[in-house]
Structures are given as structure tokens and as C-alpha cells.
């Protein structure tokens, strides 16, 4: 396999698990609980879900010829207090990540080689995709987090459970 193909390959499961994570993690949350925060300063998993949507819509539309910071883009308002439903911040969410799979699929060996821009800030695809793969990645890290702290009790593991690890079944990909 040439290694293009297997790197978009792996990073496609890697956004793609990314988001599994999220959702698993959201769909253990009551509604109320979306814009509860834990001090002034923290965000709420709804401004969370906003501010990956807006950043997923800006990066990967026309991704290779635009910068990715569109100028429609209010990356402020993303951290405003809202009353969005669940509902409405999931039609987001999914538009952001459809645009984000579609210009995946779309990408050639060739492309790879390529600068894009992101706040006018050359970067190769390479470059971009990665930095989009660990943007995403932290902000993920503070749903499951934040997710988990609301629930409490109720949470449900989103990966290997305590105590079973000291007898590893083997690995299989969610």
C-alpha cells in the first residue's frame, strides 16, 4: 500500500473515532446538563460542540483553495452562552463533520505535497490535517470529561473498563 493512501486512511478512522467518542459520550448527557459549566471560565459541552462545528465548517470547506479561517466564520461567538437545542448543536456538529469526511475522501497522493492556509499561516496538507487530528483530539478529551463529571453514577465507560484490563482481550478497532 503506498503510504499517501494508508496515512489519509488513518486519519480518517482517527477523526472518525474522534467523533464516535464525542457522541457516545453527549448521548449519556440530559439536555439541561449541555450548557451546565463547572466555573465562569469553562465552557459548556454545547459551546464545545459550537466551537468544533465552526472550527470543522471553516477548515474543511474548500480546504485546499481558501484559507481556512473563513472570514463568516464569528470564532467568539462560538464561546457565547446559547439555549440551542441538542438538536440544533448536532445538525451543526454533523455538517462540520460531513464536510470534514467529504474533503477527506476527496484527497489524492498528489495533495499531500501541497500548502494550504490557515489564518495565513502556510501549512502542507500534511501539516493541516494533523493539526486539525489534535485540535480535535483535546477538545474531545473535554466532552468525555466533562460529560463523565455531569452524569457521575450513571457513566457509562466509553473504553476499557476498570479491572479487566489485567487480562487484555485483543485489540479490535471501535
Request: charged share 25%.
Amino acid at each position: 500500500m503506498e503510504i499517501a493512501g494508508h496515512f489519509l486512511g488513518v486519519v480518517r478512522d482517527e477523526f472518525a473515532r474522534l467523533k464516535r467518542q464525542a457522541e457516545k459520550a453527549l448521548a449519556q448527557v440530559d439536555d439541561d446538563a449541555l450548557h451546565a459549566v463547572l466555573d465562569p471560565e469553562s465552557n459548556s459541552l454545547a459551546i464545545l460542540l459550537r466551537h468544533i462545528a465552526g472550527n470543522l465548517r471553516s477548515r474543511w470547506t474548500e480546504f485546499l483553495t481558501t484559507d481556512g479561517e473563513k472570514p463568516d466564520r464569528h470564532r467568539d461567538g462560538e464561546f457565547e452562552s446559547t439555549s440551542w437545542t441538542r438538536r440544533e448543536l448536532l445538525t451543526e456538529w454533523e455538517d462540520g463533520w460531513t464536510r470534514l469526511f467529504g474533503t477527506l475522501d476527496t484527497l489524492s497522493a498528489a495533495d499531500l505535497t501541497r500548502n494550504v492556509s490557515i489564518r495565513g499561516e502556510a501549512l502542507s496538507v500534511v501539516e493541516a490535517i494533523v493539526r486539525q487530528l489534535t485540535h480535535y483530539a483535546g477538545h474531545v478529551g473535554q466532552i468525555v470529561f466533562l460529560a463523565k463529571h455531569l452524569v457521575g453514577e450513571r457513566w457509562r465507560t466509553l473504553s476499557i473498563a476498570r479491572g479487566p484490563s489485567a487480562n487484555p482481550a485483543p485489540y479490535q478497532p471501535r
